[in-house]
T-cell receptor, first 113, second 114 residues
């Protein structure tokens, strides 16, 4: 069955440092891939998505992710962390030929001054 | 244009009871999806409704059921509540199918089963 693995349930960075959140998927056929962010006591918000085309995807708030088929990865990056980036981040995948979204277990990002 | 809203915000039930959670989608959205998010976990897909018909279901028993109405509202019903049903229930709406289009999430309903 299709699955999504997010390495690291907690990531801590200093303000201004690089943010790297890891996501790997299991599929022989490239799925659709998403990153969502969840702020405390709020619903999830789409950061970016990959369906087809360019493998480097730019999203909101300065985030981007690169689809690497050979590594079955879709890691999320941001060059310089802000305090406001502290939240829970979820990678999600739509398996080939389905309409359901499967989420990873999430990574909590902490940003220190 | 209002976002996705859910009611109630919090709910406490006892084992064996039934519960109905409500969601109001964004105007014009044909699809609504429901997710269960247990503490410390990612959201798990329960089912999706497209134009008032169920269109896809996750690994949840039949006691989880739903409805989508023409006015963009939706309900999630859970019968014979179990302790493990305690979770945050999220509703999300989208223009098209959930697996492709951006989903807009509500803030969720926190259900506690005692």
């Amino acid at each position: 069955a299709q699955s999504v693995t997010q390495l690291g349930s907690h990531v801590s960075v200093s303000e201004g440092a690089l943010v790297l959140l890891r996501c790997n998927y299991s599929s022989s056929v490239p799925p659709y891939l998403f990153w969502y962010v969840q702020y405390p006591n709020q619903g999830l918000q789409l950061l970016l998505k990959y369906t087809t085309g360019a493998t480097l995807v730019k999203g909101i708030n300065g985030f981007e992710a690169e689809f690497k088929k050979s590594e079955t990865s879709f890691h999320l990056t941001k060059p310089s962390a802000h305090m406001s980036d502290a939240a829970e981040y979820f990678c999600a995948v739509t398996p080939y030929n389905t309409d359901k979204l499967i989420f990873g277990t999430g990574t909590r990002l902490q940003v220190f001054p | 244009e209002t976002g996705v809203t859910q009611s109630p915000t919090h709910l406490i039930k006892t084992r064996g009871q039934q519960v109905t959670l409500r969601c109001s989608s964004q105007s014009g959205h044909n699809t609504v999806s429901w997710y269960q998010q247990a503490l410390g976990q990612g959201p798990q897909f329960i089912f999706q409704y497209y134009r008032e018909e169920e269109n896809g279901r996750g690994n949840f028993p039949p006691r989880f059921s739903g409805l989508q109405f023409p006015n963009y509202s939706s309900e999630l019903n859970v019968n014979a509540l179990e302790l493990d049903d305690s979770a945050l229930y999220l509703c999300a709406s989208s223009l098209g199918l959930a697996g492709v289009d951006e989903q807009f999430f509500g803030p969720g309903t926190r259900l506690t089963v005692l």
